[in-house]
C-alpha cells in the first residue's frame, strides 16, 4: 500500500526553506520582479534556492506567515543566512553597497560564539555600532544599564545625550533664549501685557516627555534591526564572554567573537566634606523643582551652559572657577563668553574652590512665613589668595569633569590598556584596544573629543571595518563644537595660542570683527558684542586653520565652515565666496581687520 504523503505545516516549511538556503528567494514564477532578483544573483554567481509559491500548496499560507514576520506582503522575499533582507529594490540595494556580501560573509562566521558582535553601552556610540553593524548582517547584542545617580535619577535607553546631556541642555538653552525673546519684543511693538513668568516644573515635563519618546525610538529601531537589546550590566569573564546582569539580578553569559566597549563617563564630584549635598548634570535636568539659588562649580562647557540658561530663567547663579574658562578653548573667546555671561547677571568667584559643603535647616519663622522652604546649603570656600569665603545656595551643581565608566568590568584582566592619566581606554587609529578582537568609540576613548557625533561616526565607521572589512577610519581632524552659553560660542580648528604653538608666531595671520547682529540692533542689546575670527598660516597661502564665533545660533553657522576647512579653504576662498545679506555667517567672507594691524574691528554699519 503506498504512504500517504506527510503533510507539512507552512510554518515548518517556511522555516526549512529558511534553514536549509543560505540565501532564501519566496518567489513567484510569473512575477517579473522575481526574476530580477533571481537574475541578479544568478549573474553574480551567488548560489540561491528558491520556492515558488504559486507552485505550491501551502503557497498563500506561507506568505502569510512571511508578512506576520516581516511586514512584507509582496514578493520577492529575500532572506540571507535566515535574516530578512526584503523585496526586489531593496536586494538590489544591497547588493550595490555591499550589504548583501556583508550578509553572507556575517553568516559564514563562526557558530563557536552567540553572536558576532556584542555591544557594551547603548548610547551614541553604542548605539550607532550596533545598529549599523546589524544592517549590515552581524548578529549583535547591546547591553545598556544605568547606575543610578548618587541621589537616585536614573533614565532610559540612549545614554547621556539623550537622557542627561545633549538633548535635555539644548532645550534648557532654548528655554531660556526664548526668555530673552520676550523682553526683545516689546523693543518690536508686541504688548506683553504681563511680565513672562517661567515654571520650572512645566518644562521639565516637556522635556522629559521628548526624552521619553526617544527612548522608545531606540528600542523600536533596535527590534527593527534585529539587533538584541538587553538592559543589563556587562562585564568581562573571559576575552569572549560577558556576564550580564539585569535589574532583578538574573544573570546571563554571552558570548561573542568582537566587542565593542561604549559605556561613556559619569560626573565626577571633588572629594570635599559634604560633597554629597550637591547634584551634578545627571540630576539636573529631572529636578522636580526649580533648583532656586544655584552655585555651579567649574568653568568648562557643562558649567557655563548650564550656567547661561539658569540664568536666563531667571535664577541668581554663581560659578566658581578653579583656574581658566574652557580650558582646551581660545582663551580670548572663553573669555568672551564669561563677559556675556557676567553681562546677563552670573556672578564670578575666580579663582575659588569650595572646601566644605554644610546642610542649613530653614529656621522656624521663616518656615511660618515662607509658602515653600528648603534647606539651604552653606558653602565655605578658598579664594586662590587664602581669602575664606561662606556663602549659601539652594542646590550646588557640581561640574567638575567626568570618569570614563571603565572601572570593575574586568578590562584589565582581559588585558585592554587603560590611560594612566585618565582611566580611558587606549587605541590605535583603528579603535582597537590592546586586545585584538576588542574596541572602543565614544566618551571612553583616550584622547579624542567627548562630544555625541563624534562617537555616532567612530561607531558607525567601526561596525562598516568589522563586519564588511571596509577601511575607511574615524577622522579626528577639524571637528566642529559649540559651547551652548547663551551668546553661543562655535569652533573649529586650532585656537590662536595652539595655532602660535604649531606654526610659530611670525606664520599666523589673525583676522577679526566685532559686529551686532541685526536683531538684536533694535532692542540694543549686546552691540558689538559678536565677534568672529579666522586664524590663517601666511606660509600656507592662508590656509584657514582656525574658525571661531561667538554670536546668536553660532552652532548653526560654525558646522558650514567646518566643511570648508576640512577642504582646505584659504582665506582667499573665503573672500570669494559671496555672503547671504544680512547674517551673522556673512561676517566670514568680509572679515579684513588683522590683529596684527591694531586696527579697530569694531563695526560701524551695513
Ligand atoms: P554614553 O552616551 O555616555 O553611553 C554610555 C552608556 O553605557 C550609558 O547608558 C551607560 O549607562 C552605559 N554603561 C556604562 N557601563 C556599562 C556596562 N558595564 N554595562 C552596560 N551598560 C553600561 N555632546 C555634544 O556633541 N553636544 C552637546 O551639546 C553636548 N552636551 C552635553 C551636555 C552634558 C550635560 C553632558 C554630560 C554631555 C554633553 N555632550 C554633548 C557629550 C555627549 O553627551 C557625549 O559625548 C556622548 O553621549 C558620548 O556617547 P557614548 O556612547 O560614548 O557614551
Ligand atoms: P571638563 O573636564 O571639560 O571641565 C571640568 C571643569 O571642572 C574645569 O573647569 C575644571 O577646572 C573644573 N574642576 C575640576 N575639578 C575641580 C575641582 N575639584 N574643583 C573645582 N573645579 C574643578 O568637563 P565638563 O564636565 O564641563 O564636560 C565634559 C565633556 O562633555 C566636555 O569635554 C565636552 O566634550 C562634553 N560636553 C560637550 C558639550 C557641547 O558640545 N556643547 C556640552 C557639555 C559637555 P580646571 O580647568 O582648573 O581643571
Redesign the pocket.
Known sequence: MPTPPVSVSPEDETNKFLKENRVAVFSKSYCPFCEQVKDLLRTHRIPYSALELDLIDNGPAVQTILFERTGQKSVPNVFINGRHLGGCDKTVEAHADGTLQAMLNAGSGDAQYDYDLAVIGGGSGGLACSKEAARLGARVVICDFVKPSPKGTTWGLGGTCVNV??IP?KLMHQTSLLGEACSDASKFGWSVTESPQHSWEKMVKGIQGHISSLNWGYRVQLRERHVTYMNAYAEFVDAHTLRTVDKKGRERLISARNVVLAMGGRPRI?DIPGAELGISSDDLFSLPRSPGRTLV???????L?CAGFLRGLGLPVTV?V???LL?GFDQQMAELVGEHLAQRGVRFLRPC??TRLERVEPDEEEEADAAETRPSIRVTAQMEDGTTLVAEYDTVLF????RACTAGIGLEKIGVRLSPKDGKVMCNEAEQTSVEHVYAVGDILSGH???TPVAIQAGRQLARRLVTGATALTDYQYIP????TPAEYGCVGLSEEAAVERYGEHDIEVFHQYFTPLELTVPQRDENASYGKLICVKSQRQRVVGFHLVAPHAGEVTQGFAVALRLGATKADLDASVGIHPTVAEQFTFMFITKASGANSKSTGC
Open positions: 546631556g545633549c541642555k571633588p562649580v567649574g568653568a568648562s562647557y557643562i558649567a551652559e566658581m578653579r583656574s581658566i580650558r574652590v569650595p561640574a567638575t569633569g567626568r573629543p567627548e562630544l563644537t559649540t559651547v551652548f
